[in-house]
């Protein structure tokens, strides 16, 4: 009778399981915010795991077991060394297929984009894509949000019918995340399945690693962006001096990433990154909702452009229609005399 | 080589602040938006006149779409496609992406005759990215995404995936699907010449009943997503407005700096 109802009990637990991407020997930060959300569930009743494949993944549970996961699914194959899309949706669809988790979430990488994707059609079930919030509704239905037309209307969707419920997040949506302290009974259970080789895939030639730029800005307490109203790659310097000034972050829109100004990992957007700082100066932006999606929830937004017409003028706390060109410099010098 | 390329036709983005939500059904009402190609989709095409007139065949255009936007699939044909493909059907409408990827698949194995599949990496309005790698999953054969750089000879393929980490490099062989970036290509501009050819290039139409589908599988109660609200974000903020010369307005912004405990 006892085993019986331990048994239901487990059987009621949800699941919620994240797949934990490997980057250069380390768990992207994208996976471990996903772990520390559902923590910060705060439910009974949740049983929380991590996937982790690839060749040499062993070192990397103390870390799964800090950031809180009940439970890791694991693999170590030669296969898997390198990512290669069907040896890894091969493998998570039969993980999925014996367990049945109830969720399953992903970094929106282009490792999780896809995997997400080929997982939906394997397991016939919904997914949905560049979540900028997650919640559960009363019936444990993930409430996925997703914002749609660049940003102008954001979509709650569900999958209310079958499982896993799919999805990928994208990385910032939760701010602080942290290793909780080892989870003592956490459970690790290597995946069975084997996978086989097979022909014709896309054969890996080489990597060229991305520059590395400044430091994440998703963490940056304070973030100075420009745009396109700045006009020239030096006054895109002065934006940097700025940041320097106060110790803040840089951002930037897609036109002044096109014009060659700065790198592409400094867009906030849509499709760059999503910011949540205490204090936004965006210098020469006009803010279509493509941008604004990325920093609408700032604490405290400062506007500077020359156009009275500029969107970005309607969601900030500050509006100044002047010159960027002119104010950004007797900003600079403002600071320097106050120092 | 036989090209299929996927293309999908969506409101135009310019007439996008039209967009109104019935906030009783929560459905979008598009009219008197026209339509256009998703211009990823035309970094795709561009790469699929390349192939095709390197090595030979068939480029085709296929769509998932309602019936109004047979000028879109027109505009392929005046781009450089061979043939066009509509499939339009009142039941298709409501479909998430499973559904769409499965019409299209569909759509895509009565064509039969394919070597490389290629489609944008998202469209504009969407933005899910998970059409291209759905279909090349229900067709069986394997696909990058984020492909921003594509080189070939006779006899070799070689891809640049654009990842957030870098560039992976990889070798390829057909069959295989491909979503591109826009760095892949700068497509070109569509000629009179271009549009005088389409008029002797055909665009076929297949419904429903021209599939091979599942009534259950497609459609707004085939999709295994649903939406359960659509918000328009309340993001409008009430201004305060900073005025002054160049001086006085540097001076308030230190000022919010300092009150903020920024400086």
């Not at chain 1, 992207?28 to 923590?39: H, K, M, V």
């Not at chain 1, 896309?202 to 963490?219: G, H, N």
């Not at chain 1, 936004?280 to 909702?289: D, E």
């Amino acid at each position: 009778m006892v085993k019986i109802l331990d048994e239901i009990k487990i059987m009621e637990k949800l699941k919620i399981w994240i797949f934990a991407e490997i980057f250069k020997h380390e768990i992207i930060s994208g996976s471990l915010e996903l772990i520390t959300f559902a923590n910060n569930l705060n439910k009974e009743n949740i049983e929380i795991s991590a996937i982790i494949i690839g060749s040499n993944v062993d070192k990397h549970f103390t870390t799964l077991k800090d950031y809180g996961c009940d439970k890791i699914y694991f693999k170590n194959d030669n296969l898997l060394k390198e990512y290669q899309q069907k040896y890894y949706a091969s493998l998570l669809e039969h993980l999925c297929l014996e367990n049945k988790p109830d969720i399953l979430v992903f970094s929106a990488t282009r490792i999780g984009s896809e995997l997400s994707s080929t997982l939906g059609v394997r397991l016939k079930t919904g997914v949905s894509a560049h979540c900028i919030g997650l919640k559960l509704n009363p019936e444990n239905k993930l409430i996925q949000e997703v914002p749609g037309f660049g940003g102008n209307i954001i979509a709650q969707v569900i999958t209310p019918n079958t499982v896993p419920q799919i999805a990928t997040v994208m990385p910032g949506m939760i701010k602080k995340f942290q290793s909780i302290g080892t989870k003592t009974d956490c459970e690790i259970v290597e995946i069975a399945y084997q996978i086989d080789a097979l022909e014709n895939l896309p054969e890996l030639v080489s990597f060229t690693e991305k520059e590395t730029t400044v430091q994440s800005i998703e963490d940056a307490e304070v973030i100075i962006a420009g745009g396109y109203g700045l006009g020239s790659k030096e006054n895109w310097e002065k934006i940097e001096e700025l940041a320097g000034l106060l110790n803040a972050g840089v951002g930037c829109t897609r036109p002044a990433a096109d014009e060659g100004w700065c790198s592409e990992d400094l867009m906030i957007g849509q499709s760059g990154k999503v910011v949540r700082p205490k204090l936004y100066l965006g210098i020469g932006i006009s803010g279509v909702m493509h941008h604004i999606v990325g920093m609408k929830d700032s604490e405290t937004i400062i506007a500077i452009n020359n156009d009275p017409k500029a969107p970005i003028f309607e969601v900030c706390d500050y509006i100044i229609e002047a010159d960027a060109q002119e104010i950004l410099p007797a900003v600079i010098k403002e600071i320097r005399a106050s120092n | 080589m036989n090209i299929i390329c996927c293309v999908k036709p969506i409101p135009d983005s310019k007439h996008w602040y039209k967009l109104s939500l019935d906030p009783e059904t929560k459905v979008l009402n598009r009219k008197g938006i026209p339509m256009v190609i998703n211009a990823l989709d035309k970094n795709a095409l561009e790469l699929g006149v390349q192939l095709r007139d390197k090595f030979g065949g068939r480029l085709i255009a296929i769509s998932m779409a309602p019936a109004e936007a047979k000028p879109v699939l027109t505009e392929t044909l005046a781009f450089g496609a061979d043939e066009a493909y509509l499939l339009t059907d009142r039941k298709f409408a409501g479909s998430d992406t499973w559904g769409t990827s499965y019409i299209l698949s569909a759509g895509i194995m009565k064509i039969s005759n394919f070597d490389v599949i290629l489609t944008g990496e998202y469209s504009l309005d969407g933005s899910t990215a998970q059409v291209g790698p759905q279909i090349a999953e229900f067709l069986d054969i394997p696909f990058l995404s984020k492909v921003c750089n594509f080189t070939f000879n006779s006899d070799t393929f070689i891809v640049d995936v654009k990842s957030e980490q870098g560039t992976y490099k990889y070798k390829v062989k057909p069959p295989f699907l491909l979503t591109v970036t826009k760095d892949v290509n700068t497509p070109h501009n569509i000629t009179l010449m271009g549009i005088i050819k389409a008029r002797g290039k055909q665009i076929v139409e297949w419904s429903f009943n021209d599939l091979d589908i599942e009534d259950r599988m497609i459609g707004l109660q085939g999709s295994p997503t649903q939406m359960a609200d659509i918000i328009v974000p309340d993001i409008k903020r009430k201004g305060e407005r900073i005025e002054g010369n160049k001086k006085e307005i540097a001076q308030k912004i230190v000022n919010i700096f300092k009150q903020k405990g920024v400086l």
